[in-house]
């Protein structure tokens, strides 16, 4: 069973910046796919970031020039760098795994692509 643990969350002002990691462990399958959703209070979870082990990306157009995401050392690590937060980008951050995967080029970030889920890391911008 894959365990997917997430850290990096916490309060800044708007303006501010965090970088969320993510690892994921026990994967038996080097084709992987990890990714970002982020659930704002009053909407639905959507997908901020993803990759997969050959380097396939993709970024959500509302974060795009503020987020990025890149692989840690390790293909089994998800980083999220967010900079230049909004209020609106307060909420719970959720890191997903997904083994044997491999995304297409321009995937939607969807959850039906992940089975494995991390417990989520708030992410609180205010002033």
């Known amino acids: 069973e894959v365990q997917v643990v997430e850290s990096g969350g916490g309060s800044v002002p708007p303006g501010g910046s965090l970088k969320l990691s993510c690892v994921g462990l026990g994967y038996t399958d080097d084709r992987i796919c990890m990714a970002w959703f982020r659930q704002v209070p009053g909407k639905e979870r959507e997908g901020v970031a993803q990759i997969d082990s050959s380097g396939i990306s993709g970024l959500a157009d509302s974060v795009k020039g503020r987020f990025s995401a890149s692989r840690g050392d390790a293909q089994n690590i998800l980083l999220l760098q967010l900079d230049d937060l909004e209020p609106e980008d307060s909420g719970v951050y959720y890191c997903?795994?997904?083994?044997?995967?491999?995304?297409?080029?321009?995937?939607?970030?969807?959850?039906?692509?992940?089975?494995?889920w991390g417990q989520g890391t708030q992410v609180t911008v205010s002033s």
């Open positions: 997903a795994a997904a083994s044997p995967c491999q995304l297409g080029d321009g995937a939607w970030i969807t959850e039906r692509t992940y089975k494995y």
